[in-house]
């Protein structure tokens, strides 16, 4: 249902997924770092086009959007609720989820929607915790498209984050001053 819902969704739009099947087999239970966040939009676009690669996946969000009151659309989506004024070991907990349910787990490094400086690092020590790839999705406003085209073997924290700096330096966010390419 979710794959027909989001085929309809992007023909509609006129949205083009964009990874080839060798791409997707690999990118499953990986660490997939979701770039650039510039709007809320970006989640449904991510969302609709891991269903249409038909890659099982989840995400972390505030515990707030898996509350009784969203009647668990959030929860339906994938989303993993995440109480962020308790100190949980979340590298640990997604760590032990990547090993156990084989899945995709989607990170927005940026960690906020507006412009940052400095991209958060958890999905790195997520991917050597449970010892697997990180693969690299998009939003791309500029053509239209979105989707995974690249897999990547984490080695030092600086060498991954200049790989995807490099990677992520075309990519076209729907607010693109909101998004800094240059992941220190």
Same mark, same amino acid.
Request: proline share 3%; glycine share 6%; net charge positive.
């Given at each position: @249902?979710?794959?027909?819902?989001?085929?309809?969704?992007?023909?509609?739009?006129?949205?083009?997924?964009?990874?080839?099947?060798?791409? =997707?087999?690999?990118?499953?239970?990986?660490?997939?770092?979701?770039?650039?966040?510039?709007?809320?939009?970006?989640?449904?676009?991510?969302?609709?086009? &891991?269903?249409? @690669?038909?890659?099982? @996946?989840? &995400?972390?969000?505030?515990?707030?959007?898996?509350?009784?009151? &969203? &009647?668990?659309?959030?929860?339906?989506?994938?989303?993993?609720?995440?109480?962020?004024?308790?100190?949980?070991?979340?590298?640990?907990?997604?760590?032990?989820?990547?090993?156990?349910?084989?899945?995709?787990?989607?990170?927005s490094p940026e960690g906020t929607r507006s412009r940052t400086n400095k991209w958060k690092s958890g999905?790195?020590? =997520?991917?050597?915790?449970?010892?697997?790839? =990180?693969?690299l999705g998009f939003v791309d406003y500029k053509n239209k498209r979105t989707g995974v085209v690249k897999?990547?073997?984490?080695?030092?924290?600086?060498?991954?984050?200049?790989?995807?700096?490099?990677?992520?330096?075309?990519?076209?966010?729907?607010?693109?001053?909101?998004?800094?390419?240059?992941?220190?």
């Amino acid at each position: @249902m979710k794959y027909i819902i989001s085929k309809l969704a992007f023909w509609l739009i006129g949205w083009k997924v964009v990874a080839s099947k060798e791409i =997707i087999e690999k990118a499953k239970n990986t660490v997939t770092v979701a770039a650039p966040h510039t709007s809320n939009f970006d989640t449904f676009l991510a969302l609709a086009a &891991f269903w249409q @690669m038909k890659l099982p @996946m989840k &995400f972390l969000i505030k515990d707030f959007y898996t509350k009784w009151y &969203f &009647f668990g659309l959030f929860t339906w989506l994938g989303g993993i609720g995440v109480n962020r004024s308790q100190h949980n070991n979340l590298v640990d907990l997604s760590a032990k989820l990547l090993k156990n349910d084989k899945i995709n787990l989607i990170i927005s490094p940026e960690g906020t929607r507006s412009r940052t400086n400095k991209w958060k690092s958890g999905f790195y020590y =997520i991917a050597k915790k449970a010892c697997v790839d =990180i693969s690299l999705g998009f939003v791309d406003y500029k053509n239209k498209r979105t989707g995974v085209v690249k897999i990547i073997t984490p080695t030092t924290l600086e060498e991954t984050k200049a790989e995807l700096t490099d990677f992520y330096k075309d990519i076209h966010g729907r607010y693109p001053e909101k998004f800094n390419p240059n992941i220190s």
